[in-house]
């Protein structure tokens, strides 16, 4: 049973194709940064599917699953997203792994039900913009993200890739200009992790 004080959405998303890899988690981690924004509350985002406050503090979490793309029709994902809204009950039994907080804990004045109507409207657009062109999407979710222009470290499928972190694209992925002046990329299906060089919060 899910704990009080937190909103907890599954949405059933449809595309005729199979989108580009991450389409549906990136553009739920956007939908969940707009409504925080909305609300007031500064964030960012961390890679994957994490918004967390400027300490690092987890405030929500997104994830889509593939549930394959059927013969003839469209391709099928569910898109689960957790926010942590109204207090600490939520978070206590996550404190262990990570430090959490929620948009009450931050300052906003919202319920669960405020947040859930902000929500519905952002992830509107945010799967339009997806289905119309997903680049945007990708370019927001970069320009969002609390590792964007910073030197990591990406592990891939079978190597890692060690850089400063430059763009993010749907067909090409994660864009990476190595200290050596190389521009590398790394698929977003097979960035396992990304972590951060410099000092600062760490994903």
């Known amino acids: 049973m899910s704990a009080r004080g937190g909103l907890y ?17 990136i553009a739920g981690a956007l939908a969940v940064h707009d409504a925080a924004s909305e609300h007031g509350i500064p964030a960012t985002l ?11 503090e987890k405030i929500a979490g997104v994830l889509a699953e593939s549930r394959g793309l059927k013969a003839g029709g469209p391709a099928v994902f569910v898109l689960g997203i957790g926010i942590n809204v109204e207090g600490a009950a939520l978070s206590l039994p996550l404190r262990a792994e990570r430090p959490v907080i929620s948009l009450r804990e931050l300052g ?19 799967i339009e913009q997806v289905v119309d062109t997903s680049d945007k999407v990708y370019t927001a979710f970069f320009e969002r993200c ?27 992925g994660i864009r990476v200009e190595g200290d050596d002046g190389q521009t590398r990329h790394v698929s977003v299906a097979h960035a396992r992790g990304v972590r951060a060089l410099d000092s600062g919060h760490d994903d």
């Open 46 to 56: 961390d890679w994957p599917n994490d918004l967390v406050s400027a300490a690092g």
């Open 146 to 172: 609390t590792l964007a222009n910073r030197r990591v470290t990406i592990s891939g499928a079978e190597r890692e890739v060690s850089g400063t972190w430059t763009g993010l694209d749907p067909s090409l």
């Open 9 to 25: 959405v599954s949405a059933v998303l449809e595309s005729p194709s199979m989108p580009p890899p991450g389409a549906w988690t």
């Open 108 to 126: 906003a004045d919202v319920t669960v039900e405020d947040v859930e109507s902000t929500l519905a409207r952002s992830l509107k657009r945010r």
